[in-house]
């Protein structure tokens, strides 16, 4: 399952690197929006470049930060465009995605709040996709012997940080699907540009449709 | 001389009571007549003699006089077959099951096997009635045939039972005489009549109903009595002769025109015949025909000796005052004939029958139980040990119970032998009934006895005249319906109010009075509170006073309920009144009333109220005025609750002129030695008490005193509420500074409310004065503050200093902290030792602090709109920086230990 020519104890301390990111930025005491995004900048960005520059001493464009392939990354955004629309057509059948969406309801209202809002969903998915997809799913796919292990190893690690934060609802389902969607699109395309484009796009979508689906009277 | 005496003593004696017991003789199946021909003889012979008789043996005259007069009237007086109905429960609900339960007394066998109860069912629905018989209507068939039915299957479900026609597998039926018994409605019944068990006497079954106005025993026969058992007119001065007669009534235009009315008045009946002149009117006792002057009346066998018929006109002027007088018509005719001669009376049992078939003939066929609901594979379907057709008799069936349904109404007719013996020589006694009501007469009804006639038979040889009438029991029985609820239902319900606390306060100052709470509670009540209507009225009153006139209603003011808090006066389970008694005017008393109202099922309305006047405190104090040891003046005069520190000797006064005083501490008597303060008692307690506050921070006290006015001597208990708090100490600005701004809320109707800092401030130019805001106020001896600021000791040590503002820096901030120590007096202390055993490490002192900021100078950027976040920043700046400073040491560390591992083992560099 891994590759042979591996660092063992680089493997172990990078492991033990990334899930400690993930644990200070869960748990770093904050007060404030101001401390939260500090925290939030400093453990999914920041830390890992640090570590991949100083410790593993490697190309942060490695890691998902460049152009990559634009072809492949716009063909597997259009295709997971694709499941984001199938995705809407299944919550179009349930009347309790609604109410996990509460704040969709007073942001139908004010389209400066929907624009903020998307905004900052924007900047929060660089993040994000940047520690996911850029640090472990690029690091681990050059230690599993078939690459793609890495999508999947990405994906389960974000579905337990969803689970540690005890949202278990369709807000989690669409981040679940984004995630996963993200991981292929970078993947393919070398970049973590088009994985955080796409998604954004893919949560706009989602949430014009939610919003047209059970908000608008 | 005395021997004859004695001998003619007895003979006098025995003809005395001859004499004077005829009438009972009569009563005991003796000729009247005869016996008082011969009494009569004996006592002209005796009378002389009897005088000297009853001197000798001790007989008073006057109580045999009684005695006698009483064993006259014996005969009406006899004690008649009665039925009392009780229903379980009295106060049924629809649905429920309800069980009638009948007690049959005064039947010669009053063992309920003996007596037959037939029961008869209505309900108030037309639509839940069934026409049982299908004759086409519902009538009182179909109402026993109801009642029966349930009784005799007992509630067995036959859904599903296969009823074999003529077969009677089980073997139910019942019969018990061998020869038909006779029956005027059905002859083939074989139960005889007077009880299961009672054996046909030799001169047949006699049948008997009783006239309650006169207490006569009337047999029950059909018709008319044959001429030749008519008794001799002379034999019967209480009877008229019958006939028809003709009464002219010339003068008296019947029939003509302007008069139109006429009356006929026997002794029995008065009728009234208006201008229908071609019109008959028959009954049982008159025959009459309305001409122009010819009026037929058939004269009756009227009871009263002397009675006469009299026809009045409607003008009855003096010319025309009647034609009155039996026989002052002309007799034009003779009565119907009759062919009764004393042979067995009419007798009817009144249990239904299944159409085409007679209940008690002894055979109880698959399609009789099939009509009557039975189980033809048992006998007894209803398992009460009597068989089903027995059963369907009434047979011993002294319950009933059905599901009662609103408007349900039942009935109940026991047929027994009475105790009264009948004048027949032989074993018989009076065939009678029984009804809950006794309703065997109705005037103007077919209910009752009519055609009242005497016949004569000879009984040992000597003529009996027996009183005789026309009886049909079954037109009485729609009159002697029973309804479960009559008379159980108590209309009233019984309310009663209570209300705490027992001394109420009102504050007129608009905060701190009492929450008064006064409580209703239904004692006969049989729904929820949710089902009873409350309905509350608050007066006022400056005296207390029964009279309307010296109370107003305020609680039909918004105004007055608003203030008090009161949202709703009436509704549904408002059991519960609360209002708050912080009213700025508010009298002397006040008078709650409640109405109630409680709606049941059988949809009567119970209602019910209650009043009760309670008296109002106004001012803080209850009348109860506190004294600390330390402090001379009174205390928390404005408080509602009391705040005191432990280990304080409080004294307690009651204001006003009182006598006769009582001190409670929480509920305990405060006998106990009045140390400290010297109050003079005496032997009892006066107006003034002395006690210690020991306890915990929040325990509360409850002083109470119970006293006598002096005037009046009217009773008077009044409390305060003392609370534990430790002393402490606030400090705030009085001036040169405000508190800091924070921000506004917003309420939902646009209202705003700022919120500001407590601990910090903002000078706004000038000097500053800090001051120590001491709780308790009257902190005595009050403590001295130690003040700091920013870290250097003051030299003042009252309650407030002053910091000039050209001393600090514009826009420094300046900590301000103040510590004291409160300690009571070591007298105060040693007294607490000494007489309340209070330790003096308990009364130790107790420090104080507290500390604010004052930013100097203008103010900062307000963090108003627009610069809010810049602001928040600004004002926040060194917690962030901190913030920031810890991310960056975790971000060092974060990566300086994975270098670190990762060196260990990575070959050196050479």
Redesign the interface.
């Known amino acids: 399952m891994l590759s042979t020519n591996i660092n063992k104890?680089?493997l172990f301390?990078?492991s033990?690197?990334m899930l400690?990111?993930l644990v200070?930025f869960y748990s770093?005491p904050?007060?404030?929006s101001?401390?939260e995004i500090?925290?939030s900048l400093?453990f999914l960005f920041?830390?890992p470049i640090?570590?991949i520059k100083?410790?593993l001493k490697k190309n942060v464009s490695d890691f998902g930060l460049g152009m990559g392939d634009y072809k492949k990354g716009f063909l597997w955004g259009a295709i997971s465009l694709v499941f984001v629309a199938l995705f809407i057509l299944l919550l179009s059948r349930f009347e309790n995605v609604s109410k996990d969406y509460r704040d969709l309801f007073y942001v139908s209202k004010y389209f400066d709040l929907f624009v903020m809002r998307e905004i900052s969903f924007g900047i929060a998915f660089v993040l994000v996709d940047f520690f996911f997809r850029g640090f472990v799913m690029f690091y681990f796919q050059n230690i599993f012997q078939k690459k793609y292990f890495a999508i999947f190893l990405q994906f389960v690690m974000f579905l337990a940080l969803l689970l540690l934060s005890g949202k278990l609802n369709w807000s989690f389902a669409t981040q679940a699907l984004l995630s996963l969607s993200a991981g292929i699109i970078a993947f393919n395309s070398k970049s973590i540009l088009y994985s955080s484009f796409f998604s954004w796009i893919s949560i706009i979508v989602i949430e014009l449709s939610i919003m047209k689906l059970f908000f608008s009277n | 001389m005395n021997f004859y005496k004695k001998i003619f003593a007895v003979v006098a004696i025995f003809s005395l009571l001859n004499l004077y017991t005829a009438p009972a003789a009569h009563a005991l199946s003796l000729d009247f007549g005869v016996t008082e021909g011969i009494a009569s003889a004996i006592l002209d012979i005796v009378s002389p003699g009897l005088e000297i008789a009853m001197e000798e043996l001790h007989i008073s005259g006057e109580g045999t006089e009684f005695l006698t007069e009483l064993m006259n009237v014996t005969k009406a007086k006899n004690k008649d077959p009665q039925v009392d109905l009780y229903f379980n429960p009295t106060n049924p609900k629809v649905g429920e099951k309800i069980t009638a339960t009948a007690y049959a007394s005064n039947f010669k066998d009053v063992t309920t096997d003996a007596l037959y109860f037939t029961w008869y069912l209505k309900h108030e629905n037309d639509a839940d009635n069934t026409d049982w018989d299908k004759d086409g209507k519902i009538d009182m068939d179909d109402y026993k045939i109801e009642a029966m039915r349930i009784a005799a299957n007992g509630g067995w479900s036959s859904s599903g039972t296969e009823y074999n026609g003529s077969a009677d597998d089980d073997n139910d039926g019942v019969a018990e005489l061998k020869n038909e018994a006779t029956d005027g409605k059905n002859d083939k019944t074989n139960l005889p009549f007077g009880g299961l068990g009672v054996r046909e006497p030799e001169s047949g079954f006699r049948c008997y109903a009783k006239d309650y106005e006169d207490g006569l025993y009337y047999e029950i026969i059909p018709g008319n009595v044959s001429s030749e058992n008519i008794p001799p007119e002379s034999d019967n001065p209480d009877y008229g002769e019958r006939g028809i007669y003709d009464f002219n009534v010339a003068g008296c235009e019947i029939c003509g025109e302007g008069v139109t009315t006429a009356t006929v008045k026997t002794c029995e009946e008065e009728y009234t015949i208006t201008d229908t002149c071609s019109a008959m009117a028959i009954d049982n006792n008159l025959l009459w025909f309305g001409q122009r002057d010819t009026l037929l009346v058939k004269i009756p066998l009227a009871r009263t000796p002397g009675c006469s018929v009299c026809v009045f006109c409607e003008d009855d002027t003096a010319a025309n005052n009647g034609v009155c007088g039996v026989k002052t018509g002309e007799q034009v005719g003779e009565d119907d004939p009759g062919d009764y001669e004393g042979e067995s009376s009419i007798c009817t049992h009144l249990f239904p029958h299944a159409p085409h078939f007679t209940t008690g003939d002894g055979e109880f066929t698959d399609e009789e139980e099939e009509f009557w609901g039975t189980n033809p594979q048992d006998p007894d379907t209803n398992d009460d040990g009597i068989n089903d057709e027995a059963s369907v008799a009434g047979i011993g069936l002294d319950t009933f119970s059905w599901i009662y349904n609103k408007g349900d109404r039942v009935g109940l007719v026991v047929e027994g032998q009475s105790t009264i013996s009948t004048k027949y020589f032989d074993g018989g006694y009076m065939v009678m009934w029984a009804l809950p009501k006794n309703n065997f007469d109705v005037p103007g009804t077919e209910c009752g006895l009519k055609n009242k006639q005497p016949y004569m038979v000879t009984i040992m040889d000597l003529p009996v005249t027996i009183p005789a009438a026309n009886f049909d029991l079954e037109k009485c029985l729609k009159y002697n319906w029973v309804d479960p609820l009559d008379g159980t239902q108590p209309k009233k319900l019984d309310v009663e109010l209570s209300y705490s606390p027992t001394n109420p306060r009102n504050n007129s100052s608009g905060k701190s009075g009492d929450l008064l709470i006064v409580n209703s509670s239904l004692v006969n009540s049989e729904t929820n509170d949710n089902q009873i209507y409350y309905k509350w009225t608050i007066e006022q009153g400056s005296q207390l006073s029964l009279n309307n006139d010296n109370w107003t209603e305020i609680s039909n003011d918004p105004a007055f309920r608003k203030a008090a808090g009161i949202t709703y006066l009436e509704g549904l389970g408002l059991e519960t009144l609360k209002m708050n008694l912080n009213l700025p005017e508010l009298d002397d008393y006040l008078r709650i009333t409640v109405n109630v109202e409680e709606f049941n099922q059988s949809n009567v309305a119970k209602k019910g109220n209650a009043s009760t006047i309670i008296r109002i405190n106004s001012g803080s104090n209850n009348g109860i005025i506190f004294k600390s040891n330390t402090s001379g003046s009174a205390i928390c005069e404005d408080q509602t609750i009391c705040t005191a520190l432990n280990n304080q000797i409080l004294t307690a006064s009651l204001q006003g002129d009182f006598k006769n005083f009582a001190w409670l501490i929480n509920g305990k008597a405060a006998n106990f030695k009045q140390g400290g303060q010297d109050v003079v008692q005496g032997s009892k307690q006066g107006n003034t008490i002395n006690f210690p506050i020991v306890g915990s921070v929040g325990d509360t006290y409850r002083i109470s005193v119970t006293a006598n006015n002096i005037e009046t001597n009217e009773s008077m208990t009044t409390e305060r509420i003392i609370k534990i708090i430790n002393p402490s100490m606030k400090l705030g600005v009085s001036s040169g500074a405000s508190p800091k701004f924070r921000g506004t809320y917003t309420g939902l109707d646009g209202e705003t409310v700022d919120d500001v800092s407590k601990n910090k401030y903002n000078s706004t130019g000038g000097d500053v004065t800090v001051v120590a805001q001491l709780n308790p106020s009257w902190m005595n001896p009050l403590p001295k503050v130690e003040w700091t600021v920013n870290g250097v000791t003051r030299e003042e040590t009252g309650t407030s200093i002053t910091l000039s503002s050209s001393q600090y820096p514009t826009g420094s901030r300046v900590q301000i902290s103040a510590t004291a120590d409160y300690m009571q007096s070591n007298a105060a202390r040693k007294d607490l030792r000494t007489n309340w055993n209070v330790s003096q490490f308990s009364s130790a002192e107790v420090t104080m602090k507290d500390s604010i900021s004052v930013t100097m100078g203008e103010n900062p950027v307000v963090s108003q709109g627009k610069n809010k976040m810049l602001a928040n920043i600004f004002s926040a700046l060194p917690g962030q920086t901190i913030f920031l400073l810890r991310l960056l040491l975790t971000t060092l560390m974060f990566l300086f230990i994975p270098s670190l591992v990762l060196s260990f083992g990575r070959p050196s560099r050479s």
Request: some cysteine.
């Open positions: 104890k680089e301390v990078t033990a690197a400690a990111c200070l770093f904050t007060k404030g101001f401390q500090m925290s400093t920041l830390v640090l570590y100083l410790i």
